[in-house]
C-alpha cells in the first residue's frame, strides 16, 4: 500500500545507517523490525531527503539511499569546537572526571536555555575544550533498510504533536501506562 496523499504520514522503517571513517563503510546506527524508527511525516522529525526517498516505496519495499552530509547534519564548523572554563563543570567545587572526559557527551545550555549536546574534545589544565558540531556533520548517511508501515496520521496522532506531549521528557505519568511516543493515557509526559 502507498500513501501518498500529501498528507501527514506515519511511517516506521527498520534500516542500517553506514557512514565512511576513515575510508571504511562503518555501521553507526541500527533500528530494527522489533524496534523501528517511527515518524509523522511533513512536521521536520527526520531530514526532508530521508522523507523523500522514501515517498515513493510501498511497505514492504527495501531502500538503499545515501543522504548528503549537506542535506543531514550539514558540515563540519571549526568555530563550533572551542575552550570554555574548566569550573563550569565542578559540582560542590569538585571536578567530575567520571563525566566530563574526552570523547565523552555532556548536556549544556546555551544563553538562550536551549539544551545542546557537547561532545569533549580534550581535558586541560583549567579548560575543557568541547565540540558542539553533529558528531556525524560532514559525514554522507548511507541508509539500507525496509519500509514496515505507512498509513495517514491520525487527528489523535497530529494532536500528540501540537500538545507538547511526543518526545519530551521530565513529565510524570502518576503511574498510568506509557505508550510508544513516551505520553502516558492522560496526554502527560512519562
Known amino acids: 500500500m502507498k500513501v501518498n496523499n500529501g498528507k501527514h504520514e506515519v511511517k516506521a522503517v527498520s534500516y542500517e545507517l553506514y557512514v565512511d571513517m576513515d575510508g571504511v563503510p562503518t555501521i553507526v546506527e541500527e533500528c530494527t523490525a522489533e524496534r523501528p524508527f517511527r515518524f509523522i511525516t511533513g512536521v521536520g522529525y527526520t531530514f526532508d531527503a ?42 560542590d567545587g569538585s571536578f567530575p ?27 586541560k589544565k583549567d579548560k575543557v575544550t568541547i565540540d558542539l558540531n553533529h558528531p556525524l556533520a560532514g559525514k554522507d548517511l548511507h541508509f539500507v533498510g525496509m519500509l514496515l508501515e505507512a498509513r495517514p496520521a491520525t487527528e489523535e496522532e497530529l494532536q500528540r504533536l501540537t500538545s507538547g506531549c511526543c518526545g519530551c521528557h521530565g513529565g510524570s505519568c502518576e503511574g498510568g501506562k506509557c505508550d510508544n511516543n513516551g505520553c502516558c493515557e492522560g496526554g502527560k509526559c512519562c
Open 97 to 123: 572526571s567520571d563525566e566530563v572526559y574526552p570523547g565523552g557527551v555532556v548536556p549544556l545550555l546555551d544563553a538562550d536555555g536551549n539544551r545542546l549536546q557537547a561532545t569533549v574534545v580534550a581535558v
Open 50 to 91: 530521508f522523507e523523500t526517498a522514501l515517498q515513493p516505496l510501498a511497505v514492504g519495499d527495501r531502500f538503499d539511499f545515501v543522504v548528503k552530509a549537506e542535506e543531514a547534519n550539514g558540515p563540519r564548523d571549526e568555530e563550533f569546537v572551542f575552550d570554555v572554563d574548566k569550573a563550569i563543570f565542578s559540582v
